[in-house]
């Protein structure tokens, strides 16, 4: 037996005003679509926002339903938006940020469908995507394509 252990490396900014221009503009866009979810079920907000290739933002927001399962992540509705209208041009980068019910700005951690939705534009492209997370008290972080969050993802 030998026990393997695997690394993830991601940078964190402790401010938003220290991203770069173009990241900023990424996550002020997933901060207007969060305040545009449809939840009242859960109360928590998610907004994100996709970057393309041709540099068209697509924005996504949590989509709430009556009936739980129905309902869709902010992340899949931005991604699925922006590939049914856009279906040759790659997904360069996507922000996500919760809103929780005070109102406060949060993290909101992309779910394991999420993940592997991103993982599948990834692969359709073959471009990393590089995936920028509110991660709380005004810090952000930045992880370079969707292995440092979907190690051993599935293939076949
Ligand atoms: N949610 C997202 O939109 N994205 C995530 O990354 C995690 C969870 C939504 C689903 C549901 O509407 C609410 O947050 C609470 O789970």
Do not use: H
């Not at 040759?88 to 394991?112: E, F, H, M, R, Y």
């Amino acid at each position: 037996m030998t026990r393997k252990s695997i690394k993830i490396e991601y940078d964190e900014y402790n401010s938003i005003e220290l991203l770069e221009a173009s990241d900023k503009e990424l996550l002020l866009q997933a901060m207007n679509a969060a305040d545009k979810a449809y939840s009242p079920y859960s109360g928590f907000k998610v907004g994100a926002a996709v970057r393309l290739g041709n540099g068209n933002i697509v924005i996504g927001n949590n989509q709430e339903n009556i009936a739980y399962p129905s309902g869709l992540c902010a992340e899949r509705v931005a991604l699925f938006s922006a590939m049914a209208n856009n279906p040759d041009t790659a997904v360069d980068a996507i922000a996500v940020i919760g809103k929780n019910s005070n109102n406060q700005w949060c993290a909101a951690l992309p779910c394991g469908a999420c993940r592997q939705t991103i993982c599948e534009y990834e692969n359709l492209s073959k471009k990393k995507i590089r995936i920028i997370l509110y991660s709380g008290d005004n810090k952000v972080s930045i992880f370079e394509g969707i292995n440092a969050l979907l190690p051993f993802s599935f293939e076949f």
